[in-house]
Structures are given as C-alpha cells and as structure tokens.
C-alpha cells in the first residue's frame, strides 16, 4: 500500500483493516477523513473496516469537555428554554471521568464493518449475515441526530431470531449504512446528496452485496431515505417498514405550517397527533431549520464537545425528558453510555456540519405523504414526533401491508425498545417473505 506522509500537525495515526482495508486518516483530534484511494484499487470493491481511534484523539476530548466555559442555569424550572444545565453538567462529569469510548470501539468492531465507494462517496456499512440461508435481506437507515449506533441492539435478534424469543423464518440479513457525511462514511464534497441520490446508492450498495430481493426500513431521515427507495420502484425491493411515516392530510399540513388552528372534525387519535405535531412546529423545529439554511455557521458544535452534545439532545421535547431522567440517574430504554457512545461518534468522526448539510440539500416535506405505491408497514410509536393514525397511514399507504400501534417507545425506537422494534419488523414483513 502506497505510504501517506504525515504531516506533523495533522497526521496522529491511520487505520488500515489488512493490505485491501479501508484507509481512513485521522486529524490529531481525531477526525476520520477518507484518504485517497491507492493507485489501480478498484473504488467498487467492498473493503473491510476496522476503527482503532487514537489515543490522543480521547485524551484532546477530555480535555475539552473539562474546558468547558459554562452558562448560567436557565431561569425556569422545566425544560422549555433548552437542555437544562443540570443535566449537560451530569453529562460532562460522566463523560470526562467515568466515560470509555474503548468498549464502543469494541462493540462496533465485534460486528463486520465495511468500506465501498458510490458515486465518489465512500460509504461504511454494518453487514451482519443470518445463519439462516432464507433469511430476508433489509438496509437499515438512522437519522439525525442518530448514528448506526441507534440501530446495534437490533441486530442479534433479527439475524439470529431463535435466540430471542422468535423463528428460525423470521431471519434478517441485516446491512446497516452510515448516511453520507455521518460516521465513518465519506463527506461529500460537492452539493447534491439529498435523500433521492442515497436511496439510488442504497439500492447500488444492496445489489453490489449481491441480494436481487430485499427490503428497506428507516425513521427520521432514514424514512425520507427509505421512502425515495420506495418512489424510484427498484425492482429488487419488495416493501419498505417505517416508524416515522409521512402522512399528514393536505389539510392538517397547511394548518400546521401557517400556524392555524386544528381542522374540524378529528378523531381521538387524530387530534392526539395533531397536539404533538403542534407542540413540535411551534417548539422544537429551532434545529432543523437552522441546519436547513446555515449548515456551516454551526462552528460552535464543531468546537465543542459539550455544544454537540447540548445540540444532539435538544432534538425533540420527549427523548429530552428521557434523556433527562437518564442522567438523573433512572436509565428507561436508554443508559448513559448509550447516549454518550452516539455523541462521541459524531465528535470523534468530526461530523457535526456535514450530517447537518443533509437539511440543506433535503427539499422534501417531511410527514407529507409521497404516493408511495409498494407495499409499506408501519409502527406507530406513541412518543414519535407524531404516532400516525390508522386512518392517516391508510389514506398515505394504499398498499399498507401491516399496521400497529403501540404503547411504548420514541424517536429513537430501535435504541430505546429494541426488543418491540424487532418483534415489529419480524411481523412487519412476514407476509414478504
């Protein structure tokens, strides 16, 4: 392999996963850059992966959080002017004196990690084949401020089932990618990567593994994602299973942008998932739509340990409050390593602006329904944004193959219940299989 120079400023280590590995550089404070790829290398091939961060990546990161220059405790006694100081202080002292990034590492690591290269953007991947040889293939795609690391409690129990509580048949071949521009995957360098062109490279990297039948799930911006798969009728893909559907009535949306008061005439469950998405558009859009014009002013994140991680938390009133009591020593779905693992991926990757650019390049709606004409499944979450009513779904999904309600979990329901999340995608495809 064709020796790199290592400038004494920038170069503190590499990590390289055998001669045809994936070769990422890392900064002295550790963010992952791809490097250039050697000379007569096939940019297709897909290449193993292996994270070793430098050591003196972690010891830069505890310094900063240490370094923090703090404000003053908020002037209120809930959580309505942003993440409570208490709780950003609980994490710091965690972080800086408890937290070890190493078993994160190790639990990544313990999985197969791989590298390919689509349309000049290196994209990491989680694959984890079922010992089951009928098992069903799904890609799998997290959101902001999430991170594959959303997604790891799932995947035992849906490629070894048995051992979890289900069937042999309810196997999943499971391949979980890093969104461009998050994690390990590459940055674009040019403009263009909406969710459009990553389903068109989610649908290459599936057929590059080979799987000529397949199916796709995704929340957050991986149902955006997985929803645009959907829409360009990939012959290979079969059904799509969402917990954060699009499906807002024309009428319902127009009320909800121009601030106006709930249409007439809504159900129980109907008005239930107005009053949250009220909540949301007139309390918790301050994130999405400062990423969705000025991506790069977000300096401050980049900076600092503590800002991200103040920013990632504050991303809807719910998962706040969860969060909160996390660090208020009751753990519910959630540990503190959980929530410190995903910050630290996104500090140590040196990716807070470029996951944000993804609300520049995104020009979609997001719960406006799309006339997504493949069958879909859908989860409804009671702590989503909105828990999607059955009459909403079924107007946005004329091939709606599998409907539930449920009566726990969030935003983040793969992470927060990932035994419900899984038994959801085991029935959720069953009649695809």
Not at 97 to 113: F, G, I, M, V
Not at 290 to 319: C, F, K
Not at 409 to 432: C, I, V, Y
Request: some cysteine.
């Amino acid at each position: 392999m064709k020796t790199i120079k290592k400038t004494k400023r920038s170069m503190a280590s590499t990590i390289i996963s055998g001669s045809t590995g994936a070769l990422i550089l890392l900064t002295a404070t550790g963010f992952a850059q791809t490097a250039p790829a050697v000379k007569g290398e096939n940019p297709e091939a897909i290449r193993p992966f292996h994270i070793k961060i430098p050591e003196a990546a972690l010891a830069d990161l505890k310094r900063r959080v240490l370094a923090t220059r703090w404000p003053g405790k908020e002037t209120v006694a809930d959580q309505s002017q942003g993440v409570q100081l208490a709780t950003m202080q609980a994490l710091a002292n965690y972080w800086a004196t408890k937290y070890d990034w190493r078993k994160c590492e190790a639990k990544l690591n313990s999985y197969p990690q791989f590298i390919t290269n689509i349309d000049g953007v290196d994209i990491h991947f989680i694959h984890v084949k079922s010992k089951n040889p009928n098992a069903l293939p799904v890609i799998i795609t997290h959101g902001w401020p999430g991170s594959i690391i959303e997604q790891l409690k799932i995947i035992g129990p849906l490629t070894d089932p048995v051992a979890y509580g289900g069937k042999a048949e309810d196997a999943f071949d499971v391949v979980i990618p890093s969104l461009p521009g998050y994690g390990f995957s590459g940055k674009p360098t040019v403009t263009g990567w909406d969710p459009q062109h990553i389903a068109r490279a989610w649908t290459v990297l599936m057929k590059r593994l080979g799987y000529k039948r397949f199916v796709a799930q995704g929340g957050d911006w991986g149902n955006a994602v997985t929803e645009q798969m959907a829409l360009q009728l990939p012959p290979e893909l079969i059904g799509i299973h969402t917990n954060m559907p699009a499906t807002l009535p024309a009428n319902v949306s127009k009320a909800l942008q121009f601030g106006s008061p709930a249409p007439a005439g809504l159900s129980t469950d109907e008005q239930r998932a107005w009053d949250q998405l009220d909540f949301f558009y007139k309390h918790g859009l301050g994130y999405a739509g400062e990423m969705a014009n000025r991506p790069q002013t977000l300096y401050a994140i980049e900076d600092s340990p503590v800002g991200l991680a103040a920013w990632m938390l504050d991303h809807d009133g719910v998962s706040l409050a969860l969060i909160t009591r996390v660090f208020n020593g009751q753990p519910e779905g959630l540990t503190m390593d959980d929530i410190v693992d995903n910050v630290t991926l996104y500090w140590l990757t040196g990716t807070a602006i470029s996951s944000a650019r993804l609300y520049w390049e995104s020009k979609l709606p997001f719960f406006d329904p799309k006339g997504v004409t493949i069958p879909v499944a859908v989860s409804a979450f009671p702590d989503e944004l909105y828990q999607a009513p059955r009459s909403w779904t079924e107007k946005a999904y004329p091939k709606l193959i599998y409907y539930n309600r449920l009566s726990k979990g969030g935003h983040f329901a793969a992470w927060e219940q990932p035994q419900l999340f899984s038994e959801e995608l085991r029935a959720a495809f069953k009649s695809l299989r």
